[in-house]
């Protein structure tokens, strides 16, 4: 029988680094020392205060049946009550929020809620690869809204044509960004919200980094700014924060209607996220502070380690102010793949091509610094013997 893949996943963008990845499995088959600055996941264990709270939870028989589809209220308390001492933003945990298993699964199935067939949806770019790909699942079509350096990667909305700003109905923002490590502040927040209001557009800013940021940066969440709650909603994660990628924990918080859209999609597709899990994430909100400052402290240090390297190197960069990457400009003749071929080549060290994140991310790849300090040191003194 010929088994025929549903045409959503012909469609996916195709896989740019196929070429890479064969570079480095031949490197690393030859028992070459290959560094791999390609991934962003935390090396740095989970706090054991939050282990131990889900070790207690798991204890519990209680916590072994179906969860509740919008998340305990004991969890949806705790995260409105994080919001409002992190952000000063009063929310109502029975309406206002939503556990979700993870960011990812949220940013998945916003648009199945929102967008119908050629539906027009706003997402950054270079940016996260599943706000497009959602996007085309729910028959949507992704206008791509590019980063500009100019711009302070921030997009540009009034360069967002007429007939687009009609058709669309939502617009993904990530700001810390991965992978530009911009931040913005309330000004340009300010201005999404009229562009949002004026054009029926819901915004839904993922802002999985806002507690990753260095020199006393705090960024600010979007729903800080007057009128956010009536067009959007916003994504945490637990992820980066705690590191605590593999756990699957994530809210979104917002505008009612918003969040009981998702919440409606959410019921007919997962069952929530596991009790102890959720409890353990009471834990983490609830100390947030605890052991925060150290684990962005060893991201700042191996920020500035890195960087040095770069300015001694010669290599261009984006300052980054918050989340864990470094995006670098390939040097001039050189494309994103050119250049991190380059830097596998001489260096036996992998990076993420910038185009990977979307067509403008050409020009630039992504570096990550969830790695021990002494690869990342070591990485550096290699990146200074390349010749370009
Ligand atoms: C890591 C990341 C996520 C995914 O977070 P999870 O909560 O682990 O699913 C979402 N958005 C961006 C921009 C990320 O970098």
Known sequence: MDIRWARRIDELPPYLFAEIDAKKEELIKKGV????LGVGDPDLPTPEHIINALERAANDPANHR???Y????????????????????????GSE???????????AHIPLAFIDPGDVV???????????????????????MPLYKENGFLPDLSAIPADIR??????????PNNPTTAVTGNDFFDDVVEFAAANDIIVCHDAAYTEIAYDGLRPPSFLEVDGAMEVGMELHSHSKTYNMTGWRIAFAVGNKRAIGGLGKVKTNIDSGAFQAVQAAAIEALDNYTLGLAERVGIYQERRDIFCRGLDEAGIKYHHTEATFYVWIEAPSGYSS???ANTLLTQSAIVVTPGE?????????VRVTLTIATDRLTEAVERIKDVTL
Do not use: H
């Open 33 to 36: 020392d290959v560094i791999d």
């Open 66 to 68: 179906y969860p509740s």
């Open 70 to 93: 919008v998340g305990m209220l004991s969890f949806r308390e705790a995260a409105a009550r994080w919001m409002r001492r992190r952000f000063g933003v009063d929310l109502d945990p």
């Open 97 to 107: 929020v939503l556990a979700l298993i993870g960011s990812k699964e949220g940013v």
């Open 122 to 144: 706003l997402v950054p770019d270079p940016g996260y690869p599943v706000y497009p790909v959602s996007t085309t699942f729910a028959g949507g079509v992704p206008w791509l």
């Open 166 to 175: 009609k058709k669309a109905k939502l617009m993904f923002l990530n700001y």
């Open 337 to 339: 793949q050119q250049f």
């Open 356 to 364: 990977g994140f979307g067509k403008y991310g050409e020009g630039y």
